[in-house]
């Protein structure tokens, strides 16, 4: 890493509250105003106000970003881009934030999907606290899928990281704008469509590797070392069934070792579901979600496809410590969707004893309930006030984009918080073109603290981003 003067700049806030409740509140129309309907893409900072900016795909032809604002609405949408400016009119497909030329302006990279079913990839270049709409780069090479962004070499930069055309796994770097491939790993690997890969830190060594899922539904884990990446055998573990949704990576248990979360359908149909968790180095899968019939009912997961990848959504909504999620269920005797709060609490039942904690659903979350035809659900600090707020996409009949929900935590918990941002701060002072200096969000970094417990016990605890 020692290229490349770096700097990460941490900030940690803490709060204090009271009590210990859970109460939602609509907040949409506050947030949005009239402008609550399309596909909620990402997060980020583009404008470099220190305030999150939302990132909204319409229609597949149409990138917003609703810029954080004092005034109601909270979120303005302030730049438009409409896939007409690009070659094909192709679909959007996702949208992922970031500094790709390391210039310490938010950049954007968007992908569209082209009529033979690959991947398109551009960059829009940030300028002056917004997007230089006009000026974008198209990637000279298409992808598989999705491809997954990562700081590949360590340079705080990320990069660009997936199957190109030929049966190769690619990076492409952009730091002076000019897209340089390499082929990223040594052994060839077929990836899943759609992929579950991750950039996380997997031995402890505070920085990031890499976990694939490959053809089959197998798990590969490539560690990194000086810049180069070989495989071992940390979280490889054979799947427990061969339909499985997206891997997360979190510390389930509160060791401070990060575990892997993988949702389930124990049939090919999703009639029945569960959530595994593996711990690192172990083989072995322990049920940690396996009730899933709320009195007559019994719920299960939606099948995953390609735009809507069957998956968890953690958080820390009560701020205990352990996470928690959201994931929308399905009710498999009617046609009814709906998003569910997992609380993680202490195990009672002998299926995972040797983990000690479990998730709970929360049956009778009536705002959550309140909203039918739910197609995912997401855990967003929306004051950011260090309590979770939650996202909420629904779908209505006869239109064509998802209405966006917001619902404020109420929650003030009788705990402190501790908010760790990790930035790229590439640049303190004297940057290119008097960008403002803060940073923007980094794939990968990796923070562990140890804290007492009001019973005097140490407590470890981790977090990845
Ligand atoms: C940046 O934008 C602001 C207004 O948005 C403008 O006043 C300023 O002149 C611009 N700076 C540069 C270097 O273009
Ligand atoms: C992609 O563009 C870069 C920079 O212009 C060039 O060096 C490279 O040869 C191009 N690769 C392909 C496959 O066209
Ligand atoms: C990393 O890989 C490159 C290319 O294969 C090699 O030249 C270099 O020595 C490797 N570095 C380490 C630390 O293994
Ligand atoms: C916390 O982590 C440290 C360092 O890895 C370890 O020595 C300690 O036993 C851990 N404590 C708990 C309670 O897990
Ligand atoms: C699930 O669907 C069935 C059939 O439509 C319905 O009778 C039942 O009330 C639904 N369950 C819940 C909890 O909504």
Redesign the pocket.
């Known amino acids: 890493m020692g290229r490349f003067k770096i700097n990460v700049l941490a900030f940690l806030l803490l709060f204090v509250g009271k009590f210990n409740t859970l109460a939602l509140q609509d907040v949409t129309v506050d947030l949005f105003g009239a402008e609550n309907y399309g596909t909620v893409a990402a997060f980020g900072d583009l404008n470099s106000d220190k305030q999150t900016d939302i990132f909204i795909i319409r229609e597949q032809s149409e990138l917003v970003i609703f810029l954080a604002d004092p005034k109601a609405p909270y979120f303005k949408p302030k730049v438009h881009i409409t896939n007409d400016i690009l070659p094909g009119d192709n679909p959007i497909t996702s949208v992922v934030p970031g500094d790709y030329d390391g210039d310490s302006q938010m950049d954007v990279l968007l992908t569209t999907q082209t009529v033979a079913k690959m991947v398109s990839v551009y960059i829009f270049w940030g300028n002056?606290?917004?997007l230089d709409v006009g000026g974008w780069l198209k990637l000279n090479k298409t992808f598989k899928d999705q491809p997954l962004v990562m700081d590949f070499n360590g340079d705080m930069i990320p990069d660009i990281f997936g199957e190109t055309i030929q049966p190769s796994i690619e990076v492409c770097y952009l730091s002076n704008r000019n897209p340089l491939w390499q082929n990223a790993l040594t052994s060839s690997v077929s990836m899943r469509i759609p992929h579950s890969n991750a950039f996380i830190d997997l031995n402890k060594d505070f920085t990031a590797d890499l976990f694939l899922t490959t053809e089959g539904s197998k798990f590969e884990t490539w560690i990194s070392k000086d810049g180069n990446f070989t495989k071992s055998d940390i979280f490889t573990a054979e799947p427990p069934v061969k339909n499985v949704g997206q891997s997360s990576f979190v510390d389930f248990d509160g060791d401070g070792k990060q575990d892997h979360l993988l949702p389930v359908c124990l049939d090919d149909t999703c009639q029945r579901s569960a959530i595994y968790l593996a711990k690192s180095g172990l083989k072995e899968w322990v049920p940690v979600l396996f009730e899933f019939q709320q009195r007559d009912t019994v719920w299960s997961f939606v099948q995953g496809t390609p735009n809507q990848p069957l998956a968890l959504h953690l958080g820390d909504y009560n701020l205990d410590g352990f996470p928690d999620a959201l994931v929308v269920l399905r009710n498999t005797s009617g046609s009814g969707q709906q998003a569910f709060l997992l609380e993680n609490v202490p195990c009672n039942d002998p299926k995972c004893q040797s983990i000690g904690r479990m998730f709970h659903i929360h049956w009778d979350q009536s705002d959550l309930g309140a909203i039918p035809n739910a197609v995912m659900a997401t855990f967003f600090d929306i004051y950011e006030d260090g309590i979770l707020d939650m996202l909420v996409l629904s779908q209505a009949e006869g239109k064509k984009d998802l209405i966006i929900h917001a619902l404020k935590n109420n929650f003030e918990a009788d705990a402190y918080f501790v908010k760790v941002m990790v930035l790229s701060g590439l640049c303190s002072n004297d940057c290119p073109?008097?960008v403002k200096p803060f940073g923007v969000n980094q794939p990968g970094p990796y923070v562990m603290y140890t804290t007492v417990d009001s019973n005097g016990y140490m407590k470890n605890a981790s977090e990845s981003g």
């Open positions: 002056n606290q917004t073109d008097d």
